[in-house]
């Protein structure tokens, strides 16, 4: 997703891109003031059986801005990430993260598994990827 003012959600999908009647109505039951928490969104596809990326697309459709991400990467305000390097790194976290690397980068989705698996929060997992200089691509929801 692109900031406010930069560009339409909406673009990126073509013109030809449809959506969901029941994800319409759940994204803009949830939304406020056009915009949607990442927890929220991962509860909408929870609850109506469909991928994470769906409710992002469904998002993205109606201008509705994903927000408060959790890993702590986008949709905070000004600043709009709130994670700051680690300042010492595990190695055995450290190892997990090299090992689940795509391209140089962590997937959302495996930041998550990492998360889980050490039992620690996703924005822990977050950190210590920044101190370690590695992006996470891609975004489950699709916003990055």
């Known amino acids: 997703m692109s900031d406010k003012g930069k560009g339409s959600f909406a673009g990126k999908h073509g013109s030809q891109a ?11 039951k949830r939304a406020r003031d056009r915009e949607l928490p990442c ?32 890993l702590g990467l986008f949709g905070y305000g000004p600043r709009k990430k709130i994670i700051k390097p680690a300042k010492a790194v595990a190695a055995a976290l450290r190892s997990a993260i090299l090992a689940g690397r795509i391209d140089d980068r962590l997937p959302c989705l495996t930041a998550w598994e990492i998360a889980d698996s050490f039992s620690i929060h996703k924005m822990k ?3 210590a990827c920044e101190a370690m200089g ?3 691509k891609p975004c489950q929801l699709g916003a990055f």
């Open 18 to 28: 449809v959506l969901d009647p029941e994800l319409r109505h759940a994204v803009l």
């Open 39 to 70: 927890a929220v969104a991962f509860d909408i596809g929870k609850a109506c059986g469909v991928a994470p990326a769906s409710v992002g697309r469904a998002a993205d459709l109606l201008e509705v801005r994903l927000v408060k991400c959790q």
């Open 134 to 136: 590695i992006r996470i």
């Open 125 to 127: 997992v977050s950190e």
